[in-house]
């Protein structure tokens, strides 16, 4: 990773914003390598780093997760 976020992000992802996943996604993220290193179709995915949220808040597990960048705030983008 090459980058971590200026403050506090949360990103709600829908299962067709990021890879290798099911269901929606609510992320915290720590951190964003911010040199798209997946293009697919001609669009660029961030692999991002963080930990999930569960639906009642409490923090779930560590994840990586290639994230299209469409749904990456603009704040985090390069």
Same mark, same amino acid.
């Given at each position: 990773?090459? #980058?971590?976020?200026?403050?506090?992000?949360?990103?709600?992802?829908?299962? #067709?914003d990021y890879r290798y996943g099911t269901g929606p996604l609510t992320l915290r993220v720590h951190g964003i390598n911010r040199d798209p290193a997946l293009i697919d179709k001609g669009e660029p995915w961030y692999h991002l780093r963080g930990v999930q949220l569960r639906a009642d808040g409490s923090i779930g597990p560590a994840r990586d997760v290639w994230v299209r960048a469409r749904a990456v705030p603009p704040s985090l983008q390069p």
């Open positions: 990773m090459n #980058a971590d976020p200026p403050q506090t992000v949360v990103l709600h992802l829908t299962e #067709a």
